[in-house]
């Protein structure tokens, strides 16, 4: 395993950023380990919704899951307003960086994650081959 750490600033875009440091890493294989931060805008499609919800203000980042590859990611995301009140879905681009984010990325070694269609949903689905 190998563990990737990276920092976003204010302004960045959350998904652009963590999937441009999978590309520049030829991360074949990844999961988000950990992310803390906070944002000035959140764009997440909740589930079963054909589109993303927006809101801006300011909101913590209380956590952030999913697998990372080269070859198609997909990544949740929780965030909390001002009075705790929670919510997450699926992240979209749009959701920006207030002070900070604090990524760090875990990367298998021994494995190559793709997204394919398999019949069993409509989406491309996560297939996981070995290296």
Known sequence: MKTHAFRLKPGDDLQKEIQQYVN???IAAGWIAA???SLTQYNI???NQPAGSMGTGHFEI????G???INGSHIHLSVSDSTGKTIGGHLLDNCLVYTTAEIVIHESIDHVFTREND???PW???KINPR
């Open 24 to 26: 520049d890493n030829h």
């Open 35 to 37: 992310c803390v931060g």
């Open 45 to 47: 499609r909740f589930a």
């Open 62 to 65: 209380v956590s952030i899951n």
């Open 67 to 69: 697998t990372a590859s």
């Open 119 to 121: 019949g069993t949903t």
């Open 124 to 126: 491309e689905e996560l």
